[in-house]
């Protein structure tokens, strides 16, 4: 622990012209009796920095204490030995630069800050990396264009890199394509580029193992220490590596599954994928007869957008049919083209393509939707389309038809994944006698085994594959870190990770290559990734105490911790993304950080002045996620946005790391009120990690039996989803849960 740190408080920004700092010096040195207090204008010039350099070199002090602007910022100025306790106290944002000038509870809020800085610093321990013996090989498994390129990416930055692919040859779906998407400009042409060129780098690079009809067979470990084995022609191999891509592409939707768009009524209703094929292995034909196609209507969307079959967008059938409808063109210049669609999307350059596509006299494109596929008297198929443009029902006859469905990921069992996390959802809501607790978990262990869609093959307790977000992709951080998983050191790219062509397919796989070196450089370092990058910190477990509750294995969303026979926790520390979820699952408290654990949020509680019932001072505590809240909380602070100065911040790694003993110690120590402000969650934004939001809610329901063996209103505690560009709402919330307390009245335990 840090027993004598130092205290650096800056008086530039404002912060002198709002502060009395010589008495804010003063909380310092007479009440925390600290080595070191010094003032200094500008803290974060060279000057300013060199001073704590100095104290730190003499021995003065173990830790530094920044009571300047914001932690999110002048980080590079401020950055000292990790073995150097810090903690900065956010006086310019949070105080100075959003409360009025020299005035009384200013000072106050000020002088609450710093000490529950300096506790902070005080309970802390320096954090050391941690020393393993780092791979720094990467695996990607897939050897299609994403696999292709990833694994080029890695090579050529000097990594090695082992290649698997289940089927016996490399190129995957783009090597059986008659043409590809136009890739250069006026992009109105079709390319006949495959991938033989990338296939011949991959298969002769010194620095790439590829691996043909091959499977993995166990994944085992932790990021940095993945031990892969893996079943080849020549027999069982293992090998290390340090980090994973998973690019192992997209299959077809089922179209059995769509009869009523006719596929099963007759073989010349096909897929798009199967006219792809027909039209690469040569001239095109109908399937019942083997005569030339004189006329096809393409069906957009069969089966995507659809909320029974595929509700998104796949992303590259518009531009499919269009490529199709020029292969038509090409055999027969004379074959009338159909393309009934929702919506045409060709993002990007491929407009172009669109464009010439419509400019076409035999390329008929309506919008509508198909409402019936039937066999004509004349031996044609009979498609019937309603909601067009011409707001007409018509019917139209054609020798063939072409679904365009969708693309579905290569990925574990979507319908699985979503069942273990309605058995997890019930478990957490049960209590231990209850049994539906005994029948959610045994969903569990049953479900998170789905058979038959098994890649990865992990050895992790919380199931053998990558659990899937939306949709089935298993794609975990689609709105902050693409790529990610919710397992740490893997990575998806392609269309495995979301629809999308081949193009953008090479893009993603030179991003995914990048957060898996990133990873290993990371652990090579003892470091955290995304999105505490670069923490050294680590969680600990005092197993003593641990009564096998499996409530942190359960409940930590990226699988950090495997368990023993009897349910006890086992850390793989080079899997945790550093959240504290497991901190706040724990009703034993047994789990800690060395910067960050239950007793310091707590002594920084209890670090807070709590004014007596006459003075008509409420004190109203705020839980803010370091991620969305904390830092709208400082864009607020930049547009000097004034709000009730009753508040007192409290930052958390992530709402799920909330421990609920710290509302009891705040509500029985005098605190009027909490306010805990999270991530949104949901399918249109996301929690930093994942759950953690959902979890915060979650608990607050015990918190419930707190309020009542407590005697306190319910309204004293408020739950609150905010995201990080909702900054000029925040001041509103803070108000007016600081004005419903102010009806309320007193905490009645103040004085206890």
Same mark, same amino acid.
């Given at each position: 622990?840090?027993?004598?740190?130092?205290?650096?408080?800056?008086?530039?920004?404002?912060?002198?012209?709002?502060?009395?700092?010589?008495?804010?010096?003063?909380?310092?040195?007479?009440?925390?009796?600290?080595?070191?207090?010094?003032?200094?204008?500008?803290?974060?010039?060279?000057?300013?920095?060199?001073?704590?350099?100095?104290?730190?070199?003499?021995?003065?002090?173990?830790?530094?204490?920044?009571?300047?602007?914001?932690?999110?910022?002048?980080?590079?100025?401020?950055? &000292?030995?990790?073995?150097?306790v810090l903690d900065r106290v956010n006086l310019r944002e949070h105080v100075a630069w959003c409360q009025k000038p020299n005035d009384e509870d200013t000072q106050m809020m000020a002088e609450d800050?710093?000490?529950?800085?300096?506790?902070?610093?005080?309970?802390?321990?320096?954090?050391?990396?941690?020393?393993?013996?780092?791979?720094?090989?990467?695996?990607?498994?897939?050897? !299609?264009?994403?696999?292709?390129?990833?694994?080029?990416?890695? $090579?050529?930055?000097?990594?090695?890199?082992?290649?698997?692919?289940?089927?016996?040859?490399?190129?995957?779906?783009?090597?059986?394509?008659?043409?590809?998407?136009?890739?250069?400009?006026?992009?109105?042409?079709?390319?006949?580029?495959?991938? /033989?060129?990338?296939?011949?780098?991959?298969?002769?690079?010194?620095?790439?193992? @590829?691996?043909?009809? #091959?499977?993995?067979?166990?994944?085992?470990?932790?990021?940095?220490?993945?031990?892969?084995?893996?079943?080849?022609?020549?027999?069982?191999?293992?090998?290390?590596? !340090?980090?994973?891509?998973?690019?192992?592409?997209?299959?077809?939707?089922?179209?059995?599954?769509?009869?009523?768009?006719?596929?099963?009524?007759?073989?010349?209703? @096909?897929?798009? @994928? +199967?006219?792809?094929?027909?039209?690469? !292995?040569?001239?095109?034909?109908?399937?019942?007869?083997?005569?030339?196609?004189?006329?096809?209507?393409?069906?957009?969307?069969?089966?995507?957008? =659809?909320?029974?079959?595929?509700?998104?967008?796949?992303?590259?059938?518009?531009?499919?049919?269009?490529?199709?409808?020029?292969?038509?063109?090409?055999? %027969?210049?004379?074959?009338?083209?159909?393309?009934?669609?929702?919506?045409?999307?060709?993002?990007?350059?491929?407009?172009? &393509?669109?464009?010439?596509?419509?400019?076409?006299?035999?390329?008929?494109?309506?919008?509508?939707?198909?409402?019936?596929?039937?066999?004509?008297?004349?031996?044609?198929?009979?498609?019937?389309?309603?909601?067009?443009?011409?707001?007409?029902?018509?019917?139209?006859?054609v020798g063939l038809v072409v679904l365009a469905t969708g693309m579905v990921p290569n990925a574990a069992d979507g319908v699985a994944i979503r069942a273990v996390k309605d058995a997890r959802a019930?478990?957490?809501? /049960?209590?231990?006698?209850?049994?539906?607790?005994?029948?959610?978990? %045994?969903?569990?262990?049953?479900?998170?085994?789905?058979?038959?869609?098994?890649?990865?093959?992990?050895?992790?307790?919380?199931?053998?594959?990558?659990? #899937? &977000?939306?949709?089935?992709?298993?794609?975990?951080?689609?709105?902050?870190?693409?790529?990610?998983?919710?397992?740490?050191?893997?990575? $998806?790219?392609?269309?495995?990770?979301?629809?999308?062509?081949?193009?953008?397919?090479?893009? =993603?796989?030179?991003?995914?290559?990048?957060?898996?070196?990133?990873?290993?450089?990371?652990?090579?370092?003892?470091?955290?990734?995304?999105?505490?990058?670069? =923490?050294?910190?680590?969680?600990?477990?005092?197993?003593?105490?641990?009564?096998?509750?499996?409530?942190?294995?359960?409940?930590?969303?990226?699988?950090?911790?495997?368990?023993?026979?009897?349910?006890?926790?086992?850390? %793989?520390?080079?899997?945790?993304?550093?959240?504290?979820?497991?901190?706040?699952?724990?009703?034993?408290?047994?789990?800690?950080?060395?910067?960050?654990?239950?007793?310091i949020i707590a002594s920084m509680i209890k670090a807070i002045e709590v004014p007596e019932e006459e003075d008509e001072k409420p004190r109203v505590l705020v839980f803010m996620c370091e991620n969305?809240?904390?830092? /709208?909380?400082?864009?607020?602070?930049?547009?000097? @946005?004034?709000?009730?100065?009753?508040?007192?911040?409290?930052?958390?790694?992530?709402?799920?790391?909330?421990?609920?003993?710290?509302?009891?110690?705040?509500?029985?120590?005098?605190?009027?009120?909490?306010?805990?402000?999270?991530?949104?969650?949901?399918?249109?934004?996301?929690?930093?990690?994942?759950?953690?939001?959902?979890?915060?809610?979650?608990?607050?329901?015990?918190?419930?039996?707190?309020?009542?063996?407590?005697?306190?209103?319910?309204?004293?505690?408020?739950?609150?989803?905010?995201?990080?560009?909702?900054?000029?709402?925040?001041?509103?919330?803070?108000? !007016?849960?600081?004005?419903?307390?102010? +009806?309320?009245?007193?905490?009645?335990?103040?004085?206890?």
């Amino acid at each position: 622990m840090a027993k004598s740190p130092g205290v650096y408080i800056c008086s530039g920004c404002s912060i002198g012209e709002s502060i009395d700092v010589p008495k804010l010096a003063k909380v310092a040195e007479s009440e925390f009796k600290v080595p070191r207090c010094q003032v200094h204008p500008v803290l974060c010039n060279p000057e300013g920095v060199e001073l704590i350099r100095k104290d730190l070199a003499d021995g003065a002090i173990d830790g530094v204490v920044i009571a300047a602007c914001s932690p999110r910022v002048k980080t590079d100025a401020f950055a &000292f030995d990790p073995t150097v306790v810090l903690d900065r106290v956010n006086l310019r944002e949070h105080v100075a630069w959003c409360q009025k000038p020299n005035d009384e509870d200013t000072q106050m809020m000020a002088e609450d800050y710093l000490r529950m800085g300096i506790v902070k610093a005080q309970k802390s321990e320096p954090l050391e990396p941690m020393h393993d013996e780092i791979s720094r090989k990467i695996l990607v498994v897939g050897g !299609g264009v994403t696999g292709l390129t990833a694994a080029l990416e890695g $090579a050529n930055a000097g990594y090695e890199v082992v290649l698997v692919e289940k089927d016996s040859r490399l190129g995957g779906f783009v090597s059986t394509l008659k043409k590809r998407f136009p890739t250069a400009p006026p992009y109105t042409e079709l390319t006949v580029d495959g991938v /033989a060129a990338q296939i011949e780098s991959v298969s002769y690079h010194p620095k790439i193992e @590829v691996l043909t009809s #091959a499977k993995i067979l166990k994944t085992s470990g932790q990021p940095g220490m993945f031990d892969v084995t893996i079943a080849t022609g020549a027999g069982e191999m293992k090998t290390r590596v !340090g980090s994973i891509v998973l690019a192992t592409g997209w299959k077809p939707y089922d179209a059995t599954k769509l009869g009523h768009l006719g596929y099963g009524l007759s073989p010349d209703v @096909v897929t798009n @994928v +199967e006219f792809e094929r027909m039209a690469a !292995g040569g001239p095109i034909a109908r399937p019942s007869d083997g005569k030339a196609v004189e006329s096809v209507l393409f069906v957009q969307c069969a089966g995507s957008r =659809d909320k029974d079959h595929l509700p998104y967008c796949s992303s590259v059938c518009c531009m499919a049919s269009l490529k199709h409808a020029a292969y038509v063109h090409e055999q %027969n210049p004379d074959a009338a083209v159909y393309i009934v669609y929702k919506d045409i999307r060709t993002p990007g350059q491929y407009e172009r &393509f669109y464009r010439a596509a419509q400019d076409h006299p035999l390329n008929f494109l309506t919008k509508g939707e198909v409402v019936g596929v039937e066999k004509a008297d004349s031996g044609a198929l009979a498609v019937t389309v309603k909601d067009t443009l011409l707001d007409e029902r018509i019917r139209i006859e054609v020798g063939l038809v072409v679904l365009a469905t969708g693309m579905v990921p290569n990925a574990a069992d979507g319908v699985a994944i979503r069942a273990v996390k309605d058995a997890r959802a019930t478990l957490a809501r /049960a209590d231990a006698t209850e049994p539906q607790k005994v029948d959610a978990r %045994n969903k569990i262990e049953t479900l998170a085994h789905h058979e038959g869609t098994e890649i990865l093959q992990l050895t992790y307790r919380q199931g053998p594959d990558l659990p #899937a &977000f939306r949709y089935g992709f298993p794609d975990s951080h689609f709105v902050c870190f693409p790529y990610e998983t919710r397992r740490t050191g893997i990575y $998806a790219a392609g269309a495995v990770r979301s629809p999308m062509d081949a193009a953008r397919a090479q893009e =993603d796989a030179a991003g995914a290559m990048l957060k898996a070196i990133q990873s290993v450089e990371l652990e090579a370092a003892g470091a955290a990734v995304h999105p505490r990058a670069g =923490d050294l910190s680590f969680p600990s477990f005092f197993l003593q105490r641990c009564t096998q509750c499996k409530r942190c294995t359960e409940e930590c969303p990226f699988g950090t911790l495997d368990e023993d026979v009897k349910g006890t926790p086992q850390l %793989n520390a080079f899997r945790c993304r550093r959240c504290g979820v497991c901190m706040g699952a724990c009703p034993e408290r047994i789990i800690s950080f060395k910067n960050y654990s239950v007793e310091i949020i707590a002594s920084m509680i209890k670090a807070i002045e709590v004014p007596e019932e006459e003075d008509e001072k409420p004190r109203v505590l705020v839980f803010m996620c370091e991620n969305d809240a904390y830092p /709208a909380l400082d864009v607020a602070g930049l547009n000097r @946005v004034q709000y009730d100065p009753s508040v007192r911040v409290i930052p958390l790694r992530c709402l799920g790391s909330l421990n609920i003993v710290w509302i009891a110690d705040a509500l029985s120590g005098g605190i009027d009120g909490v306010m805990l402000v999270g991530c949104k969650y949901g399918d249109d934004y996301q929690c930093h990690y994942m759950q953690g939001s959902e979890l915060a809610n979650r608990r607050l329901e015990n918190v419930k039996e707190t309020l009542q063996r407590l005697q306190l209103e319910s309204e004293r505690i408020q739950l609150t989803q905010l995201a990080i560009n909702e900054y000029d709402r925040l001041p509103g919330l803070i108000n !007016g849960f600081v004005e419903r307390i102010r +009806e309320l009245g007193p905490n009645p335990y103040k004085g206890f």
